[in-house]
């Protein structure tokens, strides 16, 4: 398997442009997470997907951000419109169980995110 | 919600030192453990996880302890080596909600 897949690997893009992440998770995994890294705040969760369904979106930022996962092999994460304070690098991850924890995160290689 | 506070944030040691780094957790609920290793431009990646039943484990040079009844759980690695540079994570989580992680510790192994 060639584990959890991300694209782009890095965007740059300009304040005010929409912004797309892809994320393919590991065939077979029930469950997909979406981070943002930063240097201030670590690893923070934005939402996670058990079998397609959205869970628990608390952790988006704002309105400007949503997600989708349309079938159990693709997400997407939009950020419309983006704000230099978005940059940061963003990973998907998957597990395996349909609950949300007690167990292993596979993580994506990330997308690194500059918006000028 | 759980809080997980991690320290030191950034840590030095000599090669073949040992490196401990410590956790708390606030949710008396959390029964997973996990420690995570980002290498400089890498993904995070699973080193060693432990359960609420299980007070310490061990992998060759690298050891996790908890400690239910205080809410704290902490990684030893003996032994450094210049490949120990890295960004660990410790992160905690219950049945039924995801992981929550530290800020993270940056690990400098100096030879």
């Known amino acids: 398997d060639a584990g959890v897949i991300q694209s782009p690997r890095h965007e740059v893009t300009e304040m005010g442009q929409e912004v797309t992440l892809r994320c393919k998770p590991i065939?077979?995994?029930?469950?997909l997470f979406w981070y943002r890294q930063t240097m201030m705040r670590g690893l923070e969760l934005l939402i996670y997907?058990?079998?397609?369904?959205?869970?628990?979106d608390s952790g988006m930022p704002e309105d400007r951000f949503s997600a989708k996962m349309p079938n159990a092999s693709f997400s997407t994460l939009k950020i419309q419109p983006s704000e230099p304070r978005d940059s940061a690098v963003y990973f998907c991850?998957?597990?395996?169980?349909?609950?949300?924890?007690?167990?292993?995160?596979?993580f994506g290689s990330g997308t690194q995110l500059s918006v000028l | 919600g759980e809080n997980v506070e991690q320290h030191p944030s950034t840590l030095s040691v000599q090669e073949g030192d040992s490196a401990v780094i410590k956790c708390t957790y606030s949710?008396?609920?959390?029964?997973?453990f996990p420690w995570y290793k980002q290498e400089l431009g890498k993904r995070p990646q699973l080193i060693i996880d432990?359960?609420?039943?299980?007070g310490e484990k061990k992998d060759q040079r690298i050891a996790v302890t908890l400690n239910k009844t205080a809410k704290h759980f902490s990684l030893h690695i003996t032994e450094t080596q210049p490949e120990d540079s890295a960004v660990y994570f410790c992160?905690?989580?219950?049945?039924?909600?995801?992981?929550?992680f530290g800020k993270g510790t940056r690990l400098s192994v100096i030879a």
């Open positions: 991850a998957s597990s395996p169980g349909v609950r949300a924890a007690n167990e292993k995160l596979f």
């Open positions: 065939s077979g995994h029930n469950s």
């Open positions: 997907f058990n079998n397609n369904v959205p869970i628990d």
């Open positions: 949710d008396s609920a959390s029964n997973y």
């Open positions: 432990i359960r609420s039943n299980v």
């Open positions: 992160a905690a989580s219950s049945g039924n909600t995801p992981l929550v």
